[in-house]
């Protein structure tokens, strides 16, 4: 008997003791979660109680809602154009970081910092202005003799500069991509020169595989958080997604549908479809990585 | 799949604000039993004054949206309004206007709205038509002393017999321009019966003259005045639809300001949207004769410009009939709040007294108030004054109000930004701009049959 009281006790001591995450957790992700899903299946103004429409929210998005589909384009577009993008700037100062200098430190704390004030409010700001008619860009432009850009004039012009800011904070991506270049065994290069392969060759045929699981990785929170970029696109448009819907990303719409034009069953309704849309393209990426990513520990 | 969670928890967060309303939903039951008892209590302690008698401590939360110095002005009533009434502690909640509506709305839906709101006309019925504010009639000449206020202010803050705002300052549309940058485009003085074509003519010389005319108009407003000229309105009145159906109205007004964007007498929306704030506004920079807005607004622009402005009014035909007196704002008092006397009692403050008023001026508007008016007008500034003529001049010179705009008001005025953007940008013809407004404007006022 007083043994499994004991054993029960430790039980709830174990309870107790995750329960700050348990409680966390429950309350602040599975419960908001729920709600959600349960969300997308009404009508739901914030003001009168939520009212049951079944499935009609996603009816209304894929055959009633042109403004869903742009929003889908323009997320497309910044993430199969943003991600790649972001991903080779970050391969490319990792490897440049990846040697021995007695400043490296400096640098690497260099370029890491657009990564940490980058997703602030302050930077879209600042973009806005490198950007203006009259901004640094332009009148870079203009010193080499080329046409001044009317970037917020153009919806193609004004997500470039959304790309453009999620490639200048390409430093988690490149920190990691650092600790995996690190993780080459240098015989490995050491063999590779004394069979007289060059810079290019060791990069291609050794750095590279050695690198896909890092690789993978990366592509794989990268993607996921262009598709959840909000911030950015909602300064930089003063949160309305012109020019002509140009930056108008999914998460902003989906914002705009819930907190401008309180339609929150809409909104939710569109979280579930990027939910789906992401959980997709992960997998996809799962899947094809076998055919592309270099385990070391497989023998074949 | 940890990382799935993770984007779920970020992506939905939106939500869960929205998710606590189904259990707070009772709770404005509670507040109107001891609503009704504040109203007949407050009487015998509003006349008293002070009320020295040891009241009990009460927080009122006081929101509004606005810039810096209204914030500055606004915090300065408040501090005076609290040694006056050392029971009362305001705690005070402001943001910008886009902010301010993005932060009011889940705060309605958990029940937790401030206890008094400033409402704006293009929100008032979405507001009080789904319960969430109180009507304020049973407060008016008990707590809200009315002697000096006319009926006509009051009632701009009605939805059907409910008084769902009390009405903050009064309002009208204008054209405010810098006269030397008129005299560039070889004008003097504005006719003082101006006509829409008079209007096209002179804006169309401002790009030889290296000026931007004007900067647009705000279309839910502006096209309401010129919908308004021609005997028609915006809005239904039971606001379920347009309150027009001739596209031929929107092509007249849109199709000509559109081409004036074209011609550069007007800035493109992308020049537009890399303004920042008043500080450079294009007229304050002096490359913009003038502007198209409220009279409230003048004085602010007065005071950023630094040098001489001048108002003028609306084109015509029919100016009077289209013309019309707005409240500006309204404050508001929530279902929710659990001290509605008290906070009815800082709205009483708020209009009627003098000194508050010396610190607002006009900034929300010319006051209710005829004697806070008479009081405070000796001390204003040159600008300031010429608001006050000039709504006092627009009292004799317009017509009645439309009701209060009809929930879903705003995403009416963001389809408006929409189509007139793309006019704008030349990628939209007004005809099919007409057209496609009238559509997507009509489907969202349906929801509200």
């Not at chain 1, 914030?46 to 929003?71: A, H, I």
């Not at chain 1, 430190?105 to 657009?114: D, E, K």
């Not at chain 1, 970029?229 to 309305?240: H, M």
């Not at chain 2, 009362?88 to 401030?114: G, H, M, S, T």
Request: hydrophobic share 45%; glycine share 8%; net charge negative.
């Amino acid at each position: 008997m007083s043994m499994r009281f004991a054993a029960w006790r430790e039980t709830l001591t174990g309870y107790a003791f995750i329960s700050p995450f348990l409680l966390g957790f429950l309350i602040f992700t599975a419960f908001p979660i729920a709600a959600s899903l349960y969300l997308s299946f009404t009508d739901y103004n914030l003001f009168s109680p939520p009212s049951w429409v079944g499935l009609e929210q996603y009816q209304t998005m894929f055959t009633g809602d042109p403004k869903f589909w742009k929003s889908l384009r323009v997320t497309f577009i910044y993430v199969f154009a943003g991600v790649p993008l972001r991903l080779s700037f970050a391969l490319l100062v990792a490897l440049l970081l990846n040697r021995a200098s007695r400043a490296i430190g400096v640098y690497r704390t260099v370029y890491y910092l657009p990564s940490i004030i980058g997703g602030s409010v302050a930077v879209s700001i600042m973009w806005r202005n490198l950007y203006g008619d009259e901004g640094v860009i332009n009148k870079a432009l203009n010193f080499f003799g080329l046409e001044s850009v009317r970037w917020f004039a153009d919806p193609l012009a004004a997500l470039w500069m959304l790309i453009t800011l999620s490639v200048w904070q390409f430093g988690s991506s490149m920190l990691i991509f650092l600790a995996g270049l690190k993780n080459i065994p240098p015989s490995l290069y050491e063999a590779a020169s004394v069979d007289g392969a060059n810079v290019l060759q060791r990069f291609i045929r050794i750095t590279m595989p050695m690198l896909t699981p890092v690789v993978l990785f990366n592509l794989i929170m990268q993607t996921i958080a262009a598709f959840m970029t909000f911030i950015p696109a909602y300064i930089i448009s003063k949160g309305e997604g012109g020019p002509l819907d140009g930056t108008l990303l999914y998460s902003l719409y989906l914002f705009r549908r819930a907190f401008v034009f309180y339609d929150m069953g809409y909104a939710a309704a569109m979280a579930w479809v990027l939910l789906a849309i992401v959980a997709l393209l992960t997998a996809l990426v799962f899947f094809t990585s076998k055919y592309w990513v270099f385990y070391e520990t497989k023998e074949d | 799949m940890l990382l799935l969670t993770a984007l779920l928890a970020i992506a939905l967060a939106a939500c869960g604000g929205g998710a606590k309303s189904g259990g707070g939903g009772g709770n404005g039951g509670e507040g109107s039993p001891q609503a009704s008892g504040n109203a007949s209590g407050g009487s015998s302690d509003g006349s008293s004054g002070g009320g020295t008698k040891d009241p009990e401590p009460v927080t009122l939360r006081v929101a509004w949206w606005g810039s810096q110095p209204r914030h500055d002005y606004t915090l300065q009533v408040i501090e005076m309004y609290q040694q006056k009434y050392p029971h009362v502690k305001i705690e005070p909640e402001y943001a910008n206007f886009d902010d301010y509506w993005k932060k009011l709305a889940p705060q309605a839906a958990a029940n937790d709205l401030p206890d008094i709101i400033q409402m704006d006309i293009s929100y008032i019925s979405q507001y009080g038509g789904n319960g969430q504010l109180e009507d304020l009639t049973p407060y008016l000449g008990s707590i809200i002393n009315i002697d000096h206020i006319s009926e006509n202010a009051i009632s701009g803050g009605k939805i059907g017999d409910k008084l769902y705002g009390f009405n903050i300052g009064v309002n009208t549309i204008q054209f405010q321009y810098d006269p030397e940058l008129l005299k560039r485009l070889g004008v003097d003085t504005l006719d003082e019966n101006w006509t829409w074509d008079d209007y096209y003519e002179l804006a169309g010389k401002a790009s030889e003259a290296g000026l931007y005319f004007d900067s647009g108009f705000r279309p839910e407003v502006f096209f309401g005045y010129y919908l308004r000229t021609k005997g028609q309105h915006l809005y239904s009145p039971d606001g379920t639809s347009l309150g027009y159906d001739d596209d031929q109205l929107f092509i007249d007004f849109f199709a000509p300001l559109a081409k004036l964007v074209a011609d550069g007498d007007a800035p493109t929306p992308d020049v537009k949207a890399q303004v920042k704030g008043l500080e450079d506004d294009l007229l304050v920079k002096g490359q913009q004769v003038g502007i198209w807005q409220w009279t409230n607004q003048f004085v602010a622009l007065q005071q950023v410009a630094n040098r001489p402005l001048e108002m003028h009014h609306m084109p015509g035909p029919n100016r009077e009939q289209g013309l019309y007196l707005k409240p500006s704002m309204y404050f508001s008092i929530s279902k929710n709040s659990k001290h509605k006397e008290e906070a009815a009692r800082f709205i009483d403050f708020w209009v009627n007294d003098i000194e508050a008023n010396k610190l607002i001026k006009g900034d929300r508007g010319v006051p209710v108030n005829s004697q806070v008016i008479e009081a405070v007008k000796p001390t204003l500034d040159p600008a300031l004054v010429k608001v006050f003529d000039y709504v006092a001049w627009a009292q004799e010179n317009s017509s009645p109000m439309d009701p209060p705009d009809p929930p879903g008001a705003a995403e009416v005025i963001a389809l408006f930004k929409e189509v007139t953007e793309a006019m704008d940008f030349g990628k939209l013809s007004p005809e099919d701009a007409a057209k496609r407004f009238r559509e997507e404007a009509n489907a969202i006022l349906a929801k509200n049959k």
